[in-house]
């Protein structure tokens, strides 16, 4: 196996197939590795403001408390898993 120590080391791939051949031949080094965790600070996040219909947020929030949410976090969740099916389809 052949050691990936540099991001720019990685090529772009032109599908999954690619890519799954390369990674086959290659690994994350263990140093690279630790270096790209990023651990969650809660000070990083940004404070916007949102506006919703009245009856849209009260639907909203009856679905946070069946699940037992705080509708803020629960908006984030839907507001994060939406972004990556986004980010999926480019």
């Known amino acids: 196996m052949q050691a990936v120590t540099r991001w720019a080391d990685i090529p772009d791939f032109i599908d999954e197939a690619a890519e799954a051949r390369y990674w086959e031949t290659h690994e994350m080094d263990s140093r690279l590795m630790a ?3 990023h651990e969650a600070n809660a000070r990083e996040s940004t404070t916007i403001t949102l506006r919703f219909d009245p009856r849209m947020l ?3 929030k009856r679905i946070a408390r069946s699940r037992f949410l705080n509708y ?5 969740q839907w507001l994060a898993e939406r972004l990556e099916d986004e980010m999926r389809k480019l």
């Not at 803020?72 to 984030?76: D, N, V």
């Open 35 to 37: 270096t790209s965790v």
């Open 58 to 60: 009260s639907r909203i």
């Open 72 to 76: 803020q976090s629960m908006i984030k």
